[in-house]
Nanobody, 121 residues
Framework: QVQLVESGGGLVQAGGSLTLSCAAS????????MGWFRQAPGKEREFVSA????????YYADSLKGRFTISRDNATNTVYLQMNSLKPDDTAVYYC??????????????WGQGTQVTVSS
């Protein structure tokens, strides 16, 4: 059974940083591309970032480039999202997802339950 479990969310002041983690089990993470998505209240889920299975290629939403960094450790089956200079608009539930293709598409195969990130002004 595939499980993706996000952690690291919480409440942070504007300008602060958080690092989200996504621990995967039930699959060989090194064969999957991974993505981070977010959904703010009343809004549709949106793409945040993605990383290829090897970590060679990374993708970011244009509005987030430079503030967020995605990385992965296939040895520990974990994917990370480092978020800096956080803004109140970054408040959302953040989800990690796995897919054999990945990239900027929204239709990933496996999804975690999400972790709440709240940025106060």
């Amino acid at each position: 059974q595939v499980q993706l479990v996000e952690s690291g969310g919480g409440l942070v002041q504007a300008g602060g940083s958080l690092t989200l983690s996504c621990a995967a089990s039930g699959l060989t993470l090194s064969t999957y591309a991974m993505g981070w998505f977010r959904q703010a209240p009343g809004k549709e889920r949106e793409f945040v970032s993605a990383i290829s299975w090897s970590g060679t290629f990374t993708y970011y939403a244009d509005s987030l480039k430079g503030r967020f960094t995605i990385s992965r450790d296939n040895a520990t089956n974990t994917v990370y999202l480092q978020m800096n200079s956080l803004k109140p608009d970054d408040t959302a539930v953040y989800y990690c997802a796995a897919d054999l293709v990945g990239g900027r598409k929204m239709e990933y195969t496996y999804w975690g339950q999400g972790t709440q990130v709240t940025v106060s002004s």
